[in-house]
């Protein structure tokens, strides 16, 4: 157990739909990055928050957003959804070290 | 384009061979983290190596650093089934924020 947890563990939605992803970061931790990984695919870096502030965007699409709140858990909200955006996806936190953690991620699959 | 690349994708060995990976970045880093990761889970944490380190041992692991190359590699001596996973490298870049970006992954399948 990382200490990083996601909600919810699987999501089934039809295209068009709008979701809402969520992340709690390990105690302490002030980064939040999310990930995207498609099938059999390596992960895609989406964003990273530090606390509260995006600090890297990566290839997010802009049908996507995310945020980080003051109690540092973080939403990432997919929009219009497509067929494509099927994927797992992840979140993680870190701190100095930069030791990077991962939740168990959640599975979107979009009908 | 990813900054690491792992080298070879895909990877299939007996049960007790040592199982060698590469990764390959682009810019100065500050560490470099090994992930693995089984089938549709989460990711683990294997091992992080500084950029002012050149090699580090956790068990049956083995990481090198070699900064003027820009490589490093991951090798797993006396493999077993379990070992079975996708294997990600990660770098962060040296100076300014934390942005941690993955390669594409080896498939290592150790057959018993």
């Known amino acids: 157990d990382s200490g990083v947890t996601q909600t919810p563990k699987h999501l089934i939605t039809a295209t068009g739909q709008r979701v809402t992803l969520r992340c709690s970061p390990r105690s302490g931790d002030l980064s939040v990055y999310w990930y995207q990984q498609s099938l059999d695919q390596g992960l895609q870096f989406l964003i990273q928050y530090y606390n509260g502030e995006e600090r890297a965007k990566g290839n997010i699409l802009e049908r996507f957003s995310a945020q980080q709140f003051p109690d540092l858990h973080s939403e990432l909200n997919l929009s219009s959804l497509e067929l494509g955006d099927s994927a797992l996806y992840f979140c993680?936190?870190?701190?100095?070290?930069?030791?990077?953690?991962f939740g168990p991620g959640t599975r979107l699959t979009v009908l | 384009s990813q900054q690491g690349e792992e080298d070879p994708q895909a990877l299939s060995i007996q049960e007790g061979e040592n199982a060698t990976m590469n990764c390959s970045y682009k810019t100065s880093i500050n560490n470099l983290q090994w992930y693995r990761q089984n089938s549709g889970r989460g990711l683990v944490h294997l091992i992080l190596i500084r950029s002012n380190e050149r090699e580090k041992h956790s068990g049956r692991l083995r990481v090198t650093l070699d900064t003027s190359k820009k490589s490093s590699s991951l090798l797993i001596t006396a493999s077993r089934a379990a070992d079975t996973a996708s294997y990600f490298c990660?770098?962060?870049?040296?100076?300014?924020?934390?942005?941690?970006?993955f390669g594409t992954g080896t498939k290592l399948q150790v057959i018993p």
């Open positions: 993680a936190s870190s701190v100095a070290d930069q030791r990077v953690y």
């Open positions: 990660a770098t962060a870049p040296s100076g300014g924020y934390q942005k941690v970006t």
